[in-house]
């Protein structure tokens, strides 16, 4: 995979900018000031409450008014002045060999308004001894899991953990001061067993990390939603889109679901597994009638990969993961509708892609085709040759 800009990200020019805006501040004003391309964040009481991306100049306010919705700053408003209930709640992050972003991750933890009890750092079998030492340093638990894979890092740490709620950071990311708070507030029902938060992205300083926010990115709007029965049952047909439950690098758990229904699926999430345990995960709640939720005021900012081979990686990973997880979830539901999706659904959608590909040079939305496809058969080859090993 070449660095080649797609057409149609040419006349992008590269850091895109984000900006900040607060509601309440003269930027935001009848008498601000227009302001340039890039990706504008609205934010009302110290939260992001809506965004927009723009091409040329805007007036703020304007913006604001398409921007963002009066039910969103109320929700915002309404999550803020709640109490805090669960506090009872481990911090967790798996890593591997990735010293500097784990550093720059656990900087932002003596900054919540929500102590954790406990942070649990999982180093998934790291050459050499600087993620022990960044652990050290920031006065978290270090715990070393030597069997390669997510999965198998995630289950140590739920097994390490003492508390009754989990929550899970990835390594690349950075917490709002509120994030830990707000994940808990959100579980006020006993039937929610997972919570989501919003992720947007740390910066935007390359085609390759403009490409996975615009076409592969983490967040899920400015909206809560809750996942739980009618969503499974609606979905069931053409398996269940759990990808609309949020991110792996952002969510927190009763601990009790772990013993209620299993840990993470180990065949998942390494080397040609790809990506996926998190969304297996949700499906297994989601089937057996637990409410998954997504709650925008949780936020973290994710550094997505800059190189256009490193996101080419990333793609084959995340549809070889996909059609592993699919499988996996056939066989532990027997829900038809996840072979549908392997088997009609996709084979539908890459042969749409393909035939915009032929027709057009390549874009932004259609330059990893074929690591998307190979990433799918990738998956299923994975997964059938290990149908009878043990899920954890």
Not at 73 to 97: F, G, W, Y
Not at 190 to 217: K, M
Not at 304 to 325: C, P, T
Request: overall charge neutral.
């Amino acid at each position: 995979m070449s660095d080649a800009i797609p057409s149609d990200m040419k006349d992008n020019v590269f850091p895109v900018p984000i900006r900040y805006l607060d509601l309440s501040s003269d930027d935001v004003g009848p008498n601000a000031p227009a302001i340039s391309a890039g990706l504008v964040v609205f934010v009302s009481a110290g939260l992001p409450v809506g965004q927009a991306y723009i091409e040329g100049s805007e007036i703020p306010n304007d913006l604001a008014a398409r921007a963002v919705l009066p039910e969103t700053i109320e929700h915002a408003r309404n999550v803020m002045q709640a109490p805090i209930r669960n506090r009872d709640v481990s911090l967790l992050i798996c890593t591997k060999d990735r010293p500097d972003e784990l550093a720059r991750c656990l900087a932002s933890i003596p900054k919540q308004s929500l102590p954790p009890v406990e942070v649990i750092v999982v180093d998934n079998a790291s050459a050499g001894d600087g993620t022990r030492r960044v652990v050290e340093a920031a006065g978290a638990t270090y715990v070393r899991e030597n069997r390669v894979g997510l999965d198998y890092a995630r289950n140590a740490a739920v097994r390490a953990a003492k508390t009754e709620f989990v929550a899970f950071a990835d390594d690349d990311v950075i917490l709002h001061e509120r994030w830990l708070e707000n994940l808990m507030k959100a579980f006020d029902r006993p039937e929610i067993g997972c919570v989501t938060g919003l992720i947007l992205p740390g910066e935007l300083s390359t085609p390759a990390q403009l490409i996975f926010e615009i076409h592969w990115g983490f967040g899920r709007g400015y909206r809560r939603q809750d996942f739980g029965p009618d969503f499974y049952r609606q979905g069931a047909p053409y398996a269940v889109p759990v990808g609309l439950i949020g991110a792996g690098a952002s969510q927190a758990f009763r601990r009790q679901v772990f013993d209620d229904i299993g840990l993470f699926d180990v065949r998942l999430d390494m080397g040609a597994a790809g990506c996926s345990g998190d969304s297996e995960f949700w499906n297994r709640l989601l089937h057996n009638g637990v409410t998954c939720r997504y709650e925008p005021t949780a936020v973290s900012w994710h550094f997505h990969r800059k190189d256009m081979k490193g996101l080419a990686k990333q793609i084959r990973q995340y549809m070889s993961g996909h059609v592993a997880a699919l499988l996996v979830q056939y066989q532990n539901t027997g829900n038809l509708g996840n072979l549908r999706r392997i088997l009609v659904s996709l084979p539908r959608h890459y042969l749409q892609k393909l035939g915009k590909w032929l027709r057009k040079e390549a874009t932004s939305d259609n330059i990893f085709l074929k690591d998307e496809i190979l990433g799918c058969l990738n998956g299923a080859w994975y997964v059938l040759r290990r149908w009878n090993t043990p899920a954890w």
